[in-house]
């Protein structure tokens, strides 16, 4: 498709064929080419097993690609070193499957690490934290051990810390799976906020309820081919 | 500012969260400096001592009767033909007298019924400031012992031999406490380290995914060894202060120690130490995060 835009948006994600083999042969991803503007939000579906993890995982910088290449705002994540490699991790905030939650620490420790290595100060952080739990419903949860918490609850911990430093790019890994109705639709709020605020998001899901009837562009993954499920209406 | 807050903080943790561990390793880095400080303080004054000992030496030589002013002219040339020295006396049996009476001081009525003339005729030559080798001053003694008149040199040499040798011998107890001190603060706190950062992988990883420098995951752990160092240096040092101070008022007035007139180690060199400990400790915490902590 060749359109010609008045002004062509900034963009943020830039994947070209970018292939992952995990050892000994796992295929994950093949030829994976995908272009996120500033400010989209994106939903990412498909099977279990299909690589929607391993592509945020790419993006976060947390795995290398095989092949191909991944900027992220027009650099080459996987070329940063040091320094540079902390100050673009911080602009990227991730909410993982699996949580990686410090289950020995409180919920509002899990929560400040991500502002405490922003050196953000301690007063403000706190009053981030309790805000951020507000919004998650979790407020009575502030001291309670992570390790005690219930999947649902942990996994609103994780989103909270991953928005904790109002990043430009949030990854969002299955936000939803453990929760009900109610709580699901005060996730999303939280997490649609942060879009109408700038922020560009990618969330992936098995959830059809949370995409379905959106207009934002939607795409699957099916054994590691990546597919336009939903055009949606680009911003 | 708040990169200085989110370090301390983060040391803070650290030492909570292992410290059992750490008040090892302090009592271990603090008993290494005092044993190493407690025979480098002995060597110290042991040199002092000796310096003091090198000026005070005399060789003292036992003649057969006692010469003329035409002899002494002699005896003075030829000691000074064979080596220069700083002065020679002659001492006749009354002057010996004399002396042994003061030396003996309340007791002198032992000598009261003594001849005059029991102690034999002598000469005493104190060498030059320069001739202060053990070697060339048994050199000297040779000679004294070979003029014609002379019967017996005397400067106790076996005394001053067992100084040297003892000193010899204290510097390298000190060179070896100064290895093992080496040795066992920084395995200690190499180790302690160690399982600060395995106690922490997990925190460590969602450190760095979220985005934290290195520096910032480091430099506490460096910390923890310069501190380990300063507190350890510290208080060894305070406590070798302490049994100084006891030793002075416990043994102080006529003893052996008196003629010592002990000192502590001197102000540089405590900064030398507490200095040495602290970078020593942070290398020592440096290479085992390097090994440690893959970033
Ligand atoms: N670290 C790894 N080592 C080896 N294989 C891996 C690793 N991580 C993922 N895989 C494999 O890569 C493929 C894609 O996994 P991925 O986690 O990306 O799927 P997913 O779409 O997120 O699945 P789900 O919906 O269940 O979360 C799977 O076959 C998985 O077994
Ligand atoms: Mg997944």
Redesign the pocket.
Known sequence: MTETMPATPETMIDMIKVSKR?PPN?T?LTDVSLSVPKGELLFLT?M???????LLKLIANMERPTSGLVEVSGRNIHKLKGKKLALQRRKIGMAY?DFKLLTEQTVAQNIAIAMEVAYRSPQNIRVAVRDLLGQLDLSDKHNSLTGDLSRGEQQRVALARAVANDPELLLID?PTGNLDTTTTVRVMDLLRRHHLAGATLII?T?DQSIYQGSQHRTLE?TKGHLSILHEGARA | MNFCFAIFRQLGRNLKQTWTAQLMTLITVSLSVLIFSFFYLIYCNMLTAGGRLDNDLRLLVYLEEEPGPEMREQLIRKINDFEKVEQVIFISPEEALARFETQLGDNSDLLADMPHDFLPPSMEITPLKNLRSLHQISLLADYLDSLPGATKVQYGREWVERFYTFTRLLSIIVILSGVLLVLTATLMVSYTIRLTILGREDEIEVLKLVGATNGYIRTPFLLEGVLQGFMGSALGLGALYLLFQWTLTHFAGPSILAIFSLTFIPMPVLGIIIGTAMTLLGIASHVSMRRSLRI
């Open positions: 995990y796992v994950a498909g279990s097993g299909a690589g929607k993890t391993t499957q299955e992936a098995h993954m």
